[in-house]
């Protein structure tokens, strides 16, 4: 026996409380009348009485009841013989249906080494469970050999990513509900690519026996695309030609050579072949692809040569559309923004925008929902009509660049964003007579690929006061210049300085372009649309959960797996299968995106024995318990769950005691 | 009998002292029609030698033509013999470690002796009330609505005072002048030599004196839980007893000074009755027919 946390018991100097209300506290005494003091005489108590201890079983109780208090608090526990409690024991029985037992025959081998363990389970209570990226209890607890069997040969491959991390996570919540000993028993290939990162991860409570059935024994070979590269979008007819890159891994391989295919819609467009080294990878290009207008299924396939044929091929999708229009409202007379903006769009983004640059008196007759995105640049006066348009637009979905500019010094707020401005800095005035960038947030697709403006001049900013807005740039006095607020489901980006090189000299910098590049991609949203996702990953569908505005999903197999409920308000969807979903999002645009099973399933090493013993003999023992089955293993059963109940018993006692005497006291 | 109606608890439940009264002399005569020592109706007595002076019309002529003696025929004839309940009024009455203290418990054995004279023995009946002084005196009478007049002195009488019996005992001779019963009814915390030394002269008068000595159970036999501070009632005085003295010492004081007043009393030629309040009113009603019985 011993305590979970001992030094609690350093409460139990706490019963001299008890002791002291007993024993040393005097007794007062109420003046009690009589008829006459004829016959009386004074008599008093000696000392020795007074502290004489008054109500024994009182006391007692009370004592009792602050032990038991202190006990529960330092949770003792007893090794109990895990062998005496076998008949207790829950045998949970863990399938792995990650993609990689696709292979050969895995599955089917796990299926069968669970039936052979069910039978021979005794009357032991059992639960089976699937596990790819995470554990999904198929039967509850039961003893019934019928049903538990039908739940194994339910079993359905996954596409998955197992981690034995998460699966130790979800076995150690399991054990802290579940108080007898845990049998698991975990089918799997082994893989090495499932261990956590961490031994330490992968820790196993006391009361869980591990017992591991490995369906292969050695490492096999396999082939894989490991990694597809091709742009989601292609824009208008006489687009330049788009490069498809594959990287063809080989894992415990000979080097061979491999014929690399691409189809399209079903159709093979190129095939080539390429030499892949041994236990390396090679690098197929594709110059020139060549899709429809709409969505376009593509997959880079390489000739099956080995028992895992489900990874010998990647999906990806690309749509090609017309070039989206970005609208750019500008003062009457300001030539310069347009300019710029123009100048790097058309020079980056491969033909993908189309600028329309108007002034502010011109842009009350358009329709913002015709563009991709629209740039309000350094404007005077916004009109009330065309404000509350932006922001429906902006609610609906639009997506908006406001570049702040000097104007704006002259108001309280930056219009639609709504950020109240501080004040103006005007740094042609400080020693030095610029400011430059101090901090940028690298991951921002805006920024990422300008390296955080170097050598950006800004002479003039806004101070804003950001708000809930994230802050993606700021100068070097901590000012943010980029700022991005979502607004409904659409998002607003900030520019607290100018685009017409006036108050910085950014347009002139070579981070201009792919700023303005990467802006716009992701304002115009096409940086979310096509491409491929590793299955596991999560879709946004939706900014705000209050939009009533219904989403739809349908996933490979033709079915919407979202409830009414869940498309009304799901924020985001998680990917569980390898193939082409569609998906029509919050905002109206429509999508597809080919799902591939995580790369790291394609490499079929297994994990060492010894990695596999340690983790057996949960991290402390060098002795795998696997070997010596019959030693006794020891379970620490925590009590405090029955002193609480004894304590319980104690206090109900205790109150009917005290009553007792109070009620004779009130007597007297 | 009906004891449940002469139960102290059950009485307490009367408002009407009246009520009560009748309840309890109902209830005990009622319960005494069986006994061999009730009636002293006119009847019948003995036969006794003429000596010269007895009055002529008594002798019985009958037995003169028989015999040519002469004997006087004796009645066991109604005599009227006034009570005069003296009631202890003192603050010391007042307690009471049961719904029915001890002025209660008087009050109800007042009554009920005055309803058992005033209808059973149509005696003249009278009352005083008395602390260390006299309260209330209701001089012994027949007339009509004296049973009234005595209830509402009951009524009023109030614990006020401690009780001292030499002062207001002066007066006793002065108010009790016909020869008679009197009956004092108290609890009697005194010495039993200065009670009985104040109470003799009434006796000397030619009075029947009976002292019904009214007592809680927990005048006897206190009942302490632990040390505690004793407050007398009368005096106001405070001391500290512990129950090992109530239960050794404080009993053999009791019982000695009960034993002491009954002693000196019946050696004065008085009767003396000790009435637990949680006893039944028959006790005293008893002895006062038997008093009354012996005055025929």
């Keep these: 026996m011993g305590f979970f946390a001992p030094w609690f018991l350093a409460g139990l100097v706490g019963l001299a409380l008890p002791v002291y209300l007993h024993l040393l506290k005097r007794q007062t005494a109420r003046p009690k009348p009589v008829s006459s003091l004829m016959l009386f005489e004074s008599r008093t108590q000696s000392s020795t009485r007074h502290r004489r201890l008054r109500y024994f079983l009182l006391l007692s109780l009370r004592l009792l009841v602050l032990m038991l208090l202190i006990l529960a608090f330092a949770s003792p526990f007893v090794n109990r013989n895990t062998a005496s409690l076998s008949s207790a024991r829950l045998v949970l029985l863990v399938v792995d249906n990650s993609f990689s037992m696709r292979a050969g025959t895995r599955l089917a081998d796990a299926k069968d080494a669970a039936m052979r363990v069910l039978s021979g389970k005794g009357a032991a209570r059992a639960q089976v469970a699937t596990f790819g990226s995470q554990l999904r209890l198929m039967t509850q607890a039961i003893e019934d050999q019928s049903a538990l069997r039908a739940a194994v040969q339910a079993i359905q491959p996954g596409d998955g990513h197992g981690n034995f991390g998460e699966l130790a996570r979800a076995v150690r919540a399991m054990a802290e509900s579940v108080h007898t000993p845990i049998e698991l028993h975990l089918f799997s290939d082994m893989q090495r690519g499932d261990l956590a990162v961490t031994f330490s991860d992968m820790a196993l409570p006391a009361n869980v026996m591990l017992e591991t059935h490995a369906v292969i024994s050695k490492a096999q070979p396999n082939w894989t695309v490991e990694s597809v590269d091709a742009p989601g979008q292609v824009w208008g007819k006489t687009a330049k030609p788009v490069h498809v890159q594959a990287v063809i891994a080989g894992y415990g391989t000979p080097a061979a050579q491999r014929t690399v295919s691409l189809v399209v819609n079903g159709k093979t467009t190129a095939t080539k072949t390429v030499a892949v080294p041994a236990n390396g990878r090679a690098t197929v290009d594709f110059p ?228 303005i590049e990467q802006t716009a991609r992701y304002l115009g949203g096409s940086e979310r649309q096509g491409g491929a996702r590793l299955v596991d990953a999560y879709l946004d569908l939706r900014n705000t959960k209050e939009h009533a505005q219904g989403v739809e999903v349908t996933d490979p197999e033709g079915k919407r797996p979202l409830t009414l409920g869940e498309a009304a308000s799901a924020q985001s969807f998680q990917l569980t299968e390898a193939g082409y979903y569609q998906i029509r999002l919050a905002n109206g645009r429509q999508d597809e995106i080919g799902v591939n099973p995580d790369p790291k399933e394609s490499n079929l090493d297994i994990i060492p024995d010894d990695v596999l013993a340690l983790w057996r003999g949960n991290g402390g023992q060098s002795a795998p318990s696997a070997q010596i089955p019959s030693a006794p293993r020891k379970t620490a059963q925590t009590l405090w769950w029955y002193i609480m109940l004894l304590m319980l018993a104690f206090a109900l006692a205790e109150s009917a005691v005290a009553s007792r005497y109070l009620g004779t006291q009130r007597e007297e | 009998m009906l004891p449940r109606f002469l139960d102290p608890a059950v009485l307490a439940g009367i408002s009407s002292l009246e009520l009560v009264a009748k309840t309890v002399v109902d209830g005990f005569v009622a319960g005494l029609h069986r006994s061999p020592d009730f009636g002293f109706s006119q009847e019948f007595a003995e036969y006794r030698a003429y000596t010269p002076g007895d009055d002529l019309r008594h002798i019985d002529w009958n037995v003169y033509a028989r015999s040519e003696r002469m004997y006087l025929k004796r009645y066991r004839g109604e005599t ?139 005048d006897v036999r206190p009942k302490l839980s632990g040390p505690s501070i004793l407050v007398d009632m009368e005096t106001q005085d405070r001391l500290e007893v512990t129950p090992d003295y109530t239960q050794t010492e404080y009993r053999e004081k009791i019982e000695a000074h009960l034993a002491d007043l009954r002693d000196r009393t019946q050696a004065a030629g008085m009767d003396y009755c000790l009435l637990m309040t949680d006893r039944p009113l028959d006790d005293a009603l008893r002895e006062y027919l038997t008093l009354r019985g012996g005055r025929n």
């Design chain 1, 288 to 515: 020139a692809l060549d899709v429809p207008y709409g969505f376009s299924r593509c997959e880079v396939k390489i000739d099956a040569a080995d028992t895992f044929r489900a990874d010998d091929l990647r999906r990806f999708a690309v749509e090609r559309s017309d070039p989206q229009k970005v609208l750019l409202i500008h003062n009457y007379g300001d030539n310069r923004s347009p300019l710029y903006v123009g100048a790097a769009l058309s020079a980056a983004a491969q033909s993908a925008f189309a600028l329309e640059s108007i002034d502010v008196h011109e842009a009350a007759d358009r329709q913002p929902s015709n563009y991709a995105f629209i740039v309000l640049s350094d404007l005077n006066t916004l009109p009330p009509l065309l404000e509350n348009s932006l922001t429906g637009y902006v609610r609906a979905g639009g997506s908006l660049l406001i570049a702040a500019g000097t104007s704006a010094g002259a108001r309280s707020q930056i219009p639609i964003f709504g950020a109240h401005i501080a004040e103006t800095r005007d740094y042609s005035r400080v020693p030095g007579r610029y400011m430059a960038v101090g901090s940028s947030d690298a991951s921002y697709p805006a920024v990422a690929k300008t390296g955080g403006w170097p050598g950006v001049k800004f002479y003039y900013a806004l101070a804003v006061d950001p708000g809930d807005a994230l802050v993606i740039v700021r100068l070097g006095d901590q000012t943010p210049i980029l700022l991005e607020k979502r607004i409904g489901e659409g998002r607003v980006v900030l520019f607290t300085s100018g685009l017409d090189n006036l108050t910085n000299d950014f347009p002139l910098q070579p981070a201009f372009v792919p700023f």
């Design chain 2, 80 to 218: 009227n013999s006034p009570l005069t309940v003296l009631l202890d009024a003192s603050n010391s009455m007042q307690f009471g470690s049961h719904p029915v203290n001890k002025m209660d418990y008087a009050r109800y054995l007042a009554a009920s002796l005055f309803y058992l004279a005033i209808h059973g023995q149509r005696d003249a009946a009278g009352l005083i009330t008395f602390d260390d002084e006299i309260r209330n005196y209701i001089r012994p009478s027949t007339r009509q609505g004296q049973l009234h007049r005595l209830l509402a002195g009951l009524e009023q009488a109030e614990a006020h005072a401690r009780t001292d019996f030499s002062k207001p005992m002066r007066y006793f001779q002065e108010l009790v002048t016909r020869r008679g019963m009197v009956l004092i009814v108290s609890d009697f915390w005194e010495s039993p030599e200065s009670i009985v030394r104040t109470i003799e002269p009434l006796r000397f008068h030619g009075n029947e004196v009976v002292l019904f000595h009214v007592l809680d159970p927990e």
